[in-house]
């Protein structure tokens, strides 16, 4: 073991959940070979060079474990992996699993001083990434890292392309003869995968989960929404390294025997083409992706024809709309699943059920309403209390306290970080999320904004989160995110970082202050800046990106008026 991942739930808590059959208790790999053996000629993966079968990426996988295995690599060592979308990134996975190791895998989107961080803190012993993607040299880049990260031994670059010297090429990898490899029988309850925050705001958090976790707890959350034991088929729009994306490999393949769609990079266009070519049963994504898929096919007009419905959207990453959810039904001709969930442990869902009737969209919200409503939680995943954010009791329904989580799906621990251990977990090994909401007299869960994400202007306290909710509702808005953005007079006064739909005006301050007068907001609640938006910069998880926008949102000039 390259770095120390301990488990801060309690032993025999962990173990009851598979002893109940909330978990699996084998590792990925035993999961996945045994899908392999019921259904060989099934197809894994489907991405831009073509279909898979699961006997087919077994080998790739066996060849690949084989090969690292010669590098030295075996239980316990942290192996990073940058890939975009694809076979490459499910063959990386599934091998790291078969040989005990642990998969630290991020976005090809991120940086060289967070890929730095993240690779240093974890100590990983090897890199697989990508030769170039879309222009970024990334092997080479993280190759010129390693004299800096002295547990690293290995930069493994992935094609195509021309491996950089000083790297081992993959493909030479894949070559390996697999006839003598005999996989490793890691504990379930051992680490597996570090999942990594989306750094939004701040340097992005690494968190261990265990086979069980991600098999089980995860797994439990994709089998809630499928009607029957047919095996998914997955459209993953988001990166498959990304925490949402973890429901990939482990999830979709090992847990269910489905078959994983893949982009190796988001466009409306492409997505909207693997819908149609691979009729997927689940669509994976955030709300701005799917607003972004809407718009085109209204630019597309009827005569593009019918989509193949899905059983469901699955959106998450970021706060989901009455509108979009709507728009969404309506367009795709399936349930929209609004997903709240983080790579700290928690998950909370609304279900596959059809959505009533929408109401009027200005008409004022009711006082009921407080939040978004993310779903009843389910143990089988994740049980969810609200507690006092200061002496972490529990409170009753009704009560707006901080979230907190803990279930089959529960991580480890965090990632060489004792100070996050300390802050966001409790002594019982309950995680903090840092966010408010509440549980109704239904037992639904409302999450009504961050513990820490408001806004101070002149002493009084603004929650962007329900500007943004109030705004998304605007028929001129695609996207909304609100800021803080400091200022000498009134401490902060707060942004509005808007995409506009279609080619029509731009909504002003004005016309959105009325908007959300209309909508019950009051005055002091509204924004004083505009920042307008051709689309809205996302990080590599695929999440809107508030820093950037706060930095953009602090250029833009005070009205007069304000």
């Not at 029988?185 to 069980?212: F, Q, T, W």
């Not at 976790?213 to 993953?236: V, Y």
Request: hydrophobic share 45%; aromatic share 4%.
């Amino acid at each position: 073991m390259t770095v120390a991942l301990h488990d801060l739930l309690p032993a025999r808590l962990r173990r009851s959940w598979a002893v109940e059959g909330l978990c699996p208790d084998l590792d990925l790999y035993s999961l996945f070979r045994a899908r392999q053996i019921a259904d060989p000629h099934r197809t894994a993966v489907i991405d831009a060079k073509g279909a898979l079968c699961y006997t087919a990426l077994d080998r790739k996988v066996r060849c690949l474990a084989e090969g690292l295995r010669s590098l030295g690599i075996g239980a316990g060592d942290v192996v990073g992996v940058q890939l975009p979308d694809g076979r490459g990134a499910v063959t990386a996975d599934l091998a790291l699993a078969a040989l005990g190791a642990v998969a630290l895998p991020f976005p090809v989107g991120r940086g060289a001083q967070e890929a730095e961080g993240l690779l240093r803190g974890a100590e990983a012993v090897a890199v697989i990434a990508a030769t170039e993607h879309r222009g970024r040299t990334r092997a080479a880049g993280l190759l010129a890292l390693a004299p800096t990260l002295p547990a690293l031994r290995h930069v493994i670059a992935a094609g195509p392309g021309t491996a950089p010297e000083g790297t081992i090429p993959l493909a030479r990898l894949l070559r390996t003869d697999p006839t003598g490899f005999v996989p490793a029988r890691p504990d379930p309850d051992g680490a597996a995968r570090i999942l990594v925050s989306s750094g939004s705001e701040a340097a992005p958090k690494m968190v261990a989960y265990s086979h069980n976790a991600l098999a089980g707890g995860r797994g439990n959350f994709l089998a809630s929404l499928m009607p029957d034991t047919t095996p998914p088929r997955c459209l993953f729009l988001v990166p498959l390294a990304s925490a949402f994306g973890s429901s990939g490999t482990a999830v979709t393949l090992a847990r269910h025997g489905g078959t994983l769609v893949l982009l190796d990079h988001f466009t409306p266009e492409a997505a909207l083409a693997a819908v149609r070519a691979h009729a997927p049963t689940h669509v994976l994504g955030v709300p701005t992706m799917i607003r972004m898929m809407l718009e085109r096919l209204e630019l597309e007009g009827p005569g593009s024809g019918t989509l193949p419905a899905p059983t469901a959207l699955v959106l998450g990453g970021a706060p989901l709309d009455e509108a979009t959810a709507t728009a969404a039904t309506e367009g795709f001709g399936c349930p929209v699943v609004n997903l709240y969930g983080s790579a700290d442990g928690v998950n909370c869902h609304t279900g596959i059920e059809v959505r009533p009737e929408p109401t009027d969209p200005a008409a004022p919200a009711p006082a009921a309403s407080l939040g978004i409503v993310v779903g009843r939680p389910d143990p089988r995943v994740a049980d969810i209390r609200i507690a006092d954010p200061d002496t972490h009791q529990p409170l009753p329904g009704g009560r707006i306290g901080e979230i907190v989580s803990r279930g089959p799906m529960t991580p480890l621990c965090y990632v060489a970080a004792p100070e996050l251990d300390a802050r966001y977990r409790t002594p019982e090994g309950w995680v903090r999320t840092g966010d408010l909401g509440y549980l109704d007299a239904d037992g639904l869960l409302h999450v009504v904004g961050r513990l820490k994400d408001v806004v101070i202007r002149g002493g009084a306290n603004i929650s962007p989160a329900e500007v943004e909710r109030e705004l998304a509702a605007h028929p001129r808005i695609r996207d909304v995110v609100c800021v803080g953005v400091p200022d000498p007079l009134m401490g902060e006064r707060l942004a509005a970082c808007v995409v506009v739909r279609g080619s029509g005006p731009a909504p002003g301050l004005p016309e959105l202050g009325a908007h959300l007068d209309a909508r019950g907001l009051d005055r002091h609640k509204h924004p004083e800046l505009l920042l307008l938006l051709d689309a809205l910069p996302l990080t590599a998880a695929g999440k809107p990106d508030r820093g950037a926008l706060r930095r953009r949102a602090a250029l833009a000039p005070v009205p007069a008026e304000a």
